[in-house]
């Protein structure tokens, strides 16, 4: 079972969000995949994904992309599961702080509010450091117009890691490692 976190102005309608649902129905495993729309309050995005935990049947791994990188790091180390972070925001709290307003989703084309509260639940949930790196893997390009891709790679030193030359934030690298993420997601 994979629970696919997209990141902050994403949807499950997102491209890897998409290739990801497309490629688990052709190995006839869409029913294997868990991919909502988060809430946009911090708070919420983490009860509503702790919930999809608790309802599966067995043990599942998380992916999570940008902010979703970051709820899949409270919640692997939290309930000990494996979770693959894809240009992951290692530090949300500190990366969005300067963003507090309103935005727009980019494929629902709702608008929301991030504010000051958003950001204290954000830094209510990190892990620093993580402790369970054999839990990780890190997937992510050096050319991420959004994030620093250094700090992901410092906060998860220990982990799985692979730092792909050039890319962007949506990690044009996906589809060649997307049957990797499954058979990992796959591992006892």
Known sequence: MIIYLHGFRSSPL?????????????LGMGNQLWCEQLPS???????LIERAILNTHSKPTLVGSSLGGYYATHLAEKHSLSAVLINPAAYAYRILAPHIGTHKNI???????????????????????????SLF????????EV????????KYSG?????????????????IVLDDIITFARRP
């Open 41 to 47: 309050r911090p708070s919420e995005a983490i009860e």
């Open 107 to 133: 494929y629902t084309r709702e608008s929301f509010e991030l504010t000051q509260e958003h950001i204290i639940e954000l830094e209510r949930i990190k892990v620093e450091p993580i402790t369970q790196p």
């Open 137 to 144: 893997w890190l997937i992510t390009e050096k050319e991420d």
């Open 147 to 154: 994030l620093n891709y250094q700090e992901a790679v410092e």
């Open 14 to 26: 997102s491209e890897k969000a998409q290739k990801l649902k497309r490629r688990m129905t052709e």
């Open 159 to 175: 982990a799985k890691q692979t730092v792909f030359e050039g890319g962007n934030h949506g990690l044009v690298n996906f589809p």
